[in-house]
């Protein structure tokens, strides 16, 4: 497949980019840094990424053989084609007949994709880093992206952090033109029923669909891995891989383990786990000397973007790890808590259709909240009752809670923004029930708010090896779990009791039937306070760029949070703040060395 995404639409951008980029090629009003590679009699295309075949193209391997079939089937059905794609992709299509230019994205959007306005045009690329390597002039933060990804650690609508560059969300194509881009929604999931098999029935095809996502995951690699904690999830991507795993592959489970913290360090139960799915064991012990600054501050100068996570500095020698081990491709098990959890706005559906009995029930039966009269009562008001409320209400009670909460660091004004872009964003759900949407929102739509797809292939490139995730970026198994039963996993004692009863026998029952969780905060906290001077100091002086965003009284507490009881609460909400600080503080140098 085609490698660097960079193009631009429009004469003046694509001077532009040939002056910043050399090697280019011109296709009327389209300029490229690549030549096609899919072209019939009508289309002129360049395919990015790593896509699959999907429907009649499912069976054909990657590379040439699929690249050919797709151009077929354009030929035949024009951009209908891209249904017969899957996985991670970016499709840009010249039409012959129309002169119409089209750039795709992929389904659950796993491949970023970006564009900015230029002299009449457009310029696209992968990430914003390319795009401001090409722009004469860097464009200024966007407000409102900064303080909803402070916040929150997402973005509003299409918005990304820089103003004028714009996402192109999942699921949806922009069509550039003389008249300027409008972008459209090509495919989303639809609300298609529940299956109708027995519980034990269910817990068979979750656990096929599991091992399958984990195969197509692993395929074609030599020297599988899987990033192993003592988790459920990333037990099950080890079953998965163990089930799939050819005579002699070598497949391994990698792991970290954190000796000097007893709360998060889960050595006993990733043994477990690594002996009965029979992979070879490779540890590394965090280093609690090690700096969780200094890889956040080269992300920021090699990608012009504060890092989605503060985590960096925990995997990145895991990675070198499996670089040493040879290893050429690593899965992982994240997002499965929101994967496979409860569809809790059930209780919603049962309010609204009159069934109060079964709302009563259904609250009792919420993964450990207990039974109690209070625990029911509020998952009655949170996951029932909340859920109805009309957004006019919400709007109203949105601008009262800016009003009066102390804690909220984004101002008032700016809330209430941030607050009708969610509620538009609620409205362009597909219909279907309300336990159904909320689930499509965690299981894709939160993904795209807070950018994963991009985040991810920036560690593709930082990073060897690669990083594969069969859970979240696997769209059979997405929409699979889009058809169970609603009420399957409302077990007071489990969480996850569908995925848990699925995998019986194919993980260690230490494993499978435990509920507590290892939390890794205190990691985070220790090693933000060892770099007090430069996280958190900046943020303390009057002049620190991010105090021009945030509510200063909102920003002191959360600062003066750190050495407080209730630091645990706030670390993240700290990060975030003060990693924003120093992406800013970055950028407003690197524009006074251009001056």
């Given at each position: 497949?085609?490698?660097?995404?960079?193009?631009?639409?429009?004469?003046?951008?694509?001077?532009?980019?040939?002056?910043?980029?050399?090697?280019?090629?011109?296709?009327?009003?389209?300029?490229?840094?690549?030549?096609?590679?899919?072209?019939?009699?009508?289309?002129?295309?360049?395919?990015?990424?790593?896509?699959?075949?999907?429907?009649?193209?499912?069976?054909?391997?990657?590379?040439?053989?699929?690249?050919?079939?797709?151009?077929?089937?354009?030929?035949?059905?024009?951009?209908?084609?891209?249904?017969?794609?899957?996985?991670?992709?970016?499709?840009?299509?010249?039409?012959?007949?129309?002169?119409?230019?089209?750039?795709?994205?992929?389904?659950?959007?796993?491949?970023?994709?970006?564009?900015?306005?230029?002299?009449?045009?457009?310029?696209?690329?992968?990430?914003?880093?390319?795009?401001?390597?090409?722009?004469?002039?860097?464009?200024?933060?966007?407000?409102?992206?900064?303080?909803?990804?402070?916040?929150?650690?997402?973005?509003?609508?299409?918005?990304?952090?820089?103003?004028?560059?714009?996402?192109?969300?999942?699921?949806?194509?922009?069509?550039?033109?003389?008249?300027?881009?409008?972008?459209?929604?090509?495919?989303?999931?639809?609300?298609?029923?529940?299956?109708?098999?027995?519980?034990?029935?269910?817990?068979?095809?979750?656990?096929?669909?599991?091992?399958?996502?984990?195969?197509?995951?692993?395929?074609?690699?030599?020297?599988?891995?899987?990033?192993?904690?003592?988790?459920?999830?990333?037990?099950?991507?080890?079953?998965?891989?163990?089930?799939c795993d050819l005579p002699n592959r070598g497949a391994l489970a990698l792991s970290g383990v954190f000796p000097a913290?007893?709360?998060?360090?889960?050595?006993?139960?990733?043994?477990?786990?690594?002996?009965?799915?029979?992979?070879?064991?490779?540890?590394?012990?965090?280093?609690?000397?090690?700096?969780?600054?200094?890889?956040?501050?080269?992300?920021?100068?090699?990608?012009?973007?504060?890092?989605?996570?503060?985590?960096?500095?925990?995997?990145?020698?895991?990675?070198?790890?499996?670089?040493?081990?040879?290893?050429?491709?690593?899965?992982?098990?994240?997002?499965?808590?929101?994967?496979?959890?409860?569809?809790?706005?059930?209780?919603?559906?049962?309010?609204?259709?009159?069934?109060?009995?079964?709302?009563?029930?259904?609250?009792?039966?919420?993964?450990?909240?207990?039974?109690?009269?209070?625990?029911?009562?509020?998952?009655?008001?949170?996951?029932?009752?909340?859920?109805?409320?009309?957004?006019?209400?919400?709007?109203?009670?949105?601008?009262?809670?800016?009003?009066?909460?102390?804690?909220?660091?984004?101002?008032?004004?700016?809330?209430?923004?941030?607050?009708?872009?969610?509620?538009?964003?609620?409205?362009?759900?597909?219909?279907?029930?309300?336990?159904?949407?909320?689930?499509?929102?965690?299981?894709?739509?939160?993904?795209?708010?807070?950018?994963?797809?991009?985040?991810?292939?920036?560690?593709?490139?930082?990073?060897?090896?690669?990083?594969?995730?069969?859970?979240?970026?696997?769209?059979?198994?997405?929409?699979?779990?889009?058809?169970?039963?609603?009420?399957?996993?409302?077990?007071?004692?489990?969480?996850?009791?569908?995925?848990?009863?699925?995998?019986?026998?194919?993980?260690?029952?230490?494993?499978?039937?435990?509920?507590?969780?290892?939390?890794?905060?205190?990691?985070?906290?220790?090693?933000?306070?060892?770099?007090?001077?430069?996280?958190?100091?900046?943020?303390?002086?009057?002049?620190?760029?991010?105090?021009?965003?945030?509510?200063?009284?909102?920003?002191?507490?959360?600062?003066?949070?750190?050495?407080?009881?209730?630091?645990?609460?706030?670390?993240?909400?700290?990060?975030?703040?003060?990693?924003?600080?120093?992406?800013?503080?970055?950028?407003?140098?690197?524009?006074?060395?251009?001056?």
């Open positions: 497949m085609a490698d660097l995404l960079i193009g631009a639409w429009g004469k003046r951008a694509g001077e532009l980019l040939q002056r910043s980029h050399a090697g280019t090629y011109r296709f009327g009003e389209l300029t490229m840094l690549e030549r096609p590679n899919v072209r019939t009699s009508r289309w002129t295309c360049w395919l990015f990424g790593e896509p699959v075949g999907r429907g009649h193209l499912r069976a054909l391997p990657t590379g040439q053989q699929l690249l050919e079939t797709f151009a077929a089937r354009l030929q035949q059905q024009g951009l209908a084609a891209c249904e017969s794609l899957g996985g991670r992709f970016a499709l840009l299509t010249l039409d012959a007949d129309t002169d119409a230019c089209v750039l795709t994205r992929d389904q659950l959007g796993e491949h970023p994709l970006v564009l900015a306005p230029f002299g009449g045009g457009y310029l696209f690329a992968e990430h914003e880093r390319m795009l401001l390597r090409a722009l004469p002039h860097s464009p200024e933060p966007d407000r409102l992206a900064t303080l909803d990804w402070i916040e929150r650690g997402t973005l509003p609508g299409t918005s990304t952090l820089y103003a004028g560059i714009t996402r192109v969300l999942y699921g949806r194509r922009v069509i550039l033109s003389r008249d300027g881009a409008r972008q459209e929604r090509w495919w989303q999931p639809s609300f298609e029923g529940t299956m109708g098999d027995t519980p034990e029935e269910v817990a068979a095809r979750v656990r096929e669909a599991v091992l399958s996502s984990v195969a197509r995951a692993s395929a074609g690699a030599r020297r599988p891995a899987v990033k192993l904690s003592g988790g459920l999830d990333s037990a099950c991507v080890a079953a998965g891989l163990h089930s913290e007893p709360e998060a360090d889960e050595r006993d139960l990733i043994e477990a786990t690594a002996c009965h799915t029979h992979l070879q064991l490779h540890t590394i012990e965090h280093d609690t000397a090690r700096s969780i600054l200094a890889p956040a501050l080269e992300h920021i100068e090699l990608w012009k973007l504060p890092p989605m996570t503060p985590s960096l500095f925990m995997w990145r020698p895991l990675m070198e790890l499996a670089s040493d081990l040879e290893v050429d491709r690593i899965l992982d098990g994240e997002g499965g808590d929101e994967l496979f959890g409860v569809a809790s706005f059930l209780i919603a559906d049962m309010l609204a259709r009159g069934r109060l009995p079964r709302a009563w029930r259904l609250a009792g039966c919420l993964p450990e909240w207990g039974r109690t009269r209070g625990a029911r009562l509020r998952a009655l008001r949170i996951y029932g009752v909340a859920p109805l409320v009309p957004a006019r209400i919400k709007l109203r009670r949105q601008q009262h809670d800016g009003a009066s909460s102390v804690g909220a660091i984004v101002p008032r004004m700016h809330a209430l923004e941030l607050a009708r872009a969610r509620i538009e964003d609620e409205r362009e759900r597909p219909p279907g029930p309300r336990w159904w949407k909320s689930q499509l929102e965690m299981l894709i739509d939160n993904r795209d708010r807070m950018s994963l797809g991009a985040h991810y292939r920036r560690c593709g490139v930082d990073e060897s090896p690669p990083r594969r995730h069969p859970f979240i970026y696997d769209q059979d198994l997405i929409e699979l779990l889009l058809r169970v039963p609603p009420s399957a996993n409302f077990d007071p004692a489990r969480d996850r009791a569908v995925l848990r009863d699925g995998m019986r026998g194919l993980i260690p029952e230490t494993v499978r039937t435990r509920h507590a969780k290892s939390h890794f905060t205190s990691i985070l906290l220790n090693a933000m306070r060892r770099e007090t001077a430069g996280l958190i100091e900046p943020l303390r002086s009057p002049h620190a760029p991010v105090r021009s965003y945030v509510d200063a009284a909102a920003l002191d507490f959360r600062i003066s949070a750190l050495d407080s009881a209730s630091a645990m609460l706030h670390t993240m909400a700290l990060w975030r703040v003060g990693i924003a600080n120093r992406w800013l503080i970055a950028l407003s140098n690197t524009e006074e060395h251009a001056t």
